[in-house]
């Protein structure tokens, strides 16, 4: 089955002010690695649709849906209003609520094209990402959660049964988390519901802790010190068990890549080969429970040169070059 690429132009354009990391070279890095090696040949590329509204419900309250919105800067009479903050780091521009509605839109794109047989697997090159947005409130440079949304998604719409998110950036999904142990429940014996695993720095952003082994939630804390081989052995350890004894039916990725050892975001010391080796490990279980699909989701990476690899690795396996 073909791997589609994911994304839009609107993405590269929220701005959350000049020098910060979380910019719109990361989309262009990542483009330009794409070319570089021969993958945007290979792979199938798609513009994603802006989701629909009612949609980010599925895993947020109207009540900050709504703030988000009516708080939006726009352009009067041709001058842009000023920027809002949402939280106390995640930062509205005029084009901001447009790349809101593409990068989550990419997502459910992406399941859609998944469950379809259209792709055997997805990646959404998209910003801005999603995984410390919480059910109520947005935070660490993300609005909505995009993975969150997607994953109910599947379920109310496919009725997959077993969704897993996979979540190896670098900081903790804390968003991801709230959600799916607080605000998703199954909704009958025979649904499964979902499970979430975890690797992250601790103590690094957010700064919260609670190593879990027991089911919905996976939480894999990593020392500053840790480099390919140790995180190898813990996802063996932890992750990979708990993932076949989960048997999903759809494998959703929250793919941040700060955790090389060029992005100065973190101490931890990965490189691209332990991407790909993850994301082979994640082929596998795909293969084995769910059809081969998986939905892959740009979170962090802020070295444009790594992050650009590190993508490109990440693509290969799920291709299986």
């Known amino acids: 089955m073909p791997v589609g690429i994911i994304g839009h132009y609107r993405c590269g354009e929220h701005d959350m002010g000049d020098h910060h990391p979380e910019n719109g070279k990361r989309l262009t890095a990542i483009s330009d690695q794409l070319i570089r090696s021969g ?14 509204k009612s949609l980010l419900a599925l895993a947020h309250t109207q009540k900050y849906i709504d703030f988000v919105f009516d708080n939006a800067p726009t352009e009067v009479n041709g001058e842009a209003e000023e920027n809002f ?15 809101i509605l593409y990068s989550a839109g990419a997502a459910v794109d992406a399941v859609d094209l998944v469950m379809a047989g259209t792709l055997g697997s997805a990646f959404c090159a998209t910003r801005p990402p999603g995984h410390h947005a919480e059910h109520d409130k947005g935070m660490g440079f993300c609005f909505f959660n995009n993975v969150a949304v997607a994953a109910a998604y599947a379920k109310q719409k496919y009725g997959v049964k077993r969704v897993a998110i996979v979540d190896f950036d670098v900081h903790h999904g804390n968003g991801t988390e709230d959600i799916i142990k607080n605000h998703f429940k199954a909704t009958s014996e025979d649904d499964k519901g979902y499970l979430f695993c975890s690797s992250y720095q601790y103590p690094l952003y957010p700064f919260e802790i609670e190593e879990s082994d027991t089911p919905p939630i996976i939480n894999v804390p990593l020392t500053a010190t840790t480099k390919g081989e140790q995180f190898r052995e ?8 708990a993932l076949h004894k989960f048997k999903p039916e759809l494998i959703i990725i929250s793919a941040g890549f700060d955790a090389h050892i060029e992005d100065d975001m973190s101490q931890v010391s990965l490189t691209e080969a332990d991407y790909r080796w993850i994301t082979d490990e994640l082929k596998t279980i795909a293969n084995e429970y769910s059809e081969g699909r998986i939905v892959s989701v740009l979170e962090g990476g802020y070295a444009p040169s790594a992050l ?9 396996g799920l291709i299986g070059n």
């Open 234 to 241: 813990k996802l063996t350890a932890h992750w990979l068990p």
């Open 308 to 316: 650009g690899r590190s993508v490109v690795a990440h693509i290969n």
């Open 39 to 52: 993958l945007d040949y290979v792979v199938r590329q798609f513009d994603s649709k802006p989701i629909d």
């Open 85 to 99: 903050t949402v939280g106390e780091d995640s930062v509205m521009n005029t084009k901001t609520l447009t790349s």
